[in-house]
């Protein structure tokens, strides 16, 4: 079986189009044969075809760090909590249900060793990933300011609002913050900093690790900070810094042309 080939009338599919019709002609054929229609499937053998491996989008630094700065205007309550959160997202690599899930325990801003730290010398989060698996990550100092600022200046009045919760991250009525809440803290940081891209929490996790790479970190470590099992799933931006490194050659290098 051959799929049509594009003509002027007839323009060629996409592939998960040119998938979605394999699968419909697969299935025909295969209920034709079940009720006795056909003899026998021709289709039997073909396979859709693979779809386009989709690279993860990375902003550029200094796209990121307008949208930091652009959270922690102008310095209330809500605003404090916002930088918190996204420099702890970009920070760290934290995926969005690992960031809102973390309780204030979770954290270890003095590296007291209590309840995270193990050498009691470098300032950590414990992030619970996929299938409730628990890994330290590291605290950069420009989430460490943002985190500490929130929890002394901001959280308390969050707190107040509430219930009380061991939750990190609170709500404007002292609750959890959910993950589409924290979606909107992206997206408003982002429109005031004038970014334009399609920017999502993800997105800072892409950045993350992307700039990692770019800064000669191993692809193993990296895989560790993002919590992967496999380190397969990692390489997948290794293929990101060598298109930047393609076009960084083709626009710098006299004779890259």
Known sequence: MRLREGDASHPPLGASSAARTVVAVRGFHKFAVADGLATADPAAAVKPPSPAKRLPKALPLGDVEAILEA???????????????LELLYGTGARISEAVGLDVDDVDLDGSGDPVDPVDTVDVIRLRGKGSKERIVPVGSYAREALSAYLVRSRPEL??????????????????????SAWT??????????????????????????????????????????????????????????????EVFATSHPRAR
């Open 71 to 85: 959270a922690g205007s102008p310095g209330t309550t809500l605003a404090l909590r916002d930088r918190a959160l």
């Open 185 to 246: 803290v992206l997206q408003k940081a982002a429109d005031r900093a004038g970014v334009t891209r399609d920017v999502s929490p993800h997105t800072l996790r892409h950045s993350f690790a992307t700039h990692l790479l770019d800064g000669g970190a191993d692809v193993r470590v990296v895989q560790e900070l993002l919590g992967h099992a496999s380190v397969t799933t990692t390489q997948v931006y290794t293929l990101v810094t060598v298109d930047n490194l393609r």
């Open 159 to 180: 707190v107040a609002a509430g219930k009380g919760t061991p939750a990190l991250f609170l709500n404007a009525r002292g609750g959890r913050l959910s993950r589409q």
